[in-house]
Nanobody, 124 residues
C-alpha cells in the first residue's frame, strides 16, 4: 500500500508555470505507475498524464502535450507534474494516483491509490 500526498497547486496567471508534487507518505512509489488526473467544477475527472513504474513509458492527454511533463524520483518517493504555458482551461483540482500494475493507464478505475487533490487556478 501507498499513501499519496499531492501538493504544489496555487493561483497563477495565464502563461505561467507550476510544478505539482505527489509524495508517498507511507510505502514506496517504486513499483507503481503514477498518474495525474484533474477535475474541473461540473465536469468529470479526466486523465492528464501517466508514467510507468520504470519511467520508460509516458502518456499525455492531447490538450497538455508540449506544455506538461510528468516525471518521477523514486529515491524521493515522489512524482511530479511540471506545467508550463498554463491556460484558464487548466483550472481544476489535480489528483495524483498510483497503479500497482505499473504500466501506466488512462482510465481512473485502474488506479488503486489517490491523493486528496491540489487546486490549480489559472487567471487571465
Amino acid at each position: 500500500q501507498v499513501q499519496l500526498v499531492d501538493s504544489g497547486g496555487g493561483l497563477v496567471l495565464a502563461g505561467g508555470s507550476l510544478r505539482l508534487s505527489c509524495a508517498a507518505s507511507s510505502g514506496t512509489t517504486r513499483d507503481y505507475a503514477m498518474a495525474w488526473f484533474r477535475q474541473a467544477p461540473g465536469r468529470e475527472r479526466e486523465f492528464v498524464a501517466t508514467i510507468s513504474s520504470n519511467g520508460g513509458y509516458k502518456r499525455y492527454t492531447d490538450s497538455v502535450k508540449g506544455r506538461f511533463a510528468i516525471s518521477r524520483d523514486d529515491a524521493k518517493n515522489t512524482a511530479y507534474l511540471q506545467m508550463n504555458s498554463l491556460r484558464p482551461s487548466d483550472t481544476a483540482v489535480y489528483y495524483c494516483a498510483a497503479d500497482e500494475a505499473g504500466r501506466g493507464a488512462v482510465r481512473a478505475n485502474r488506479y488503486q491509490y489517490w491523493g486528496k487533490g491540489t487546486q490549480v487556478t489559472v487567471s487571465t
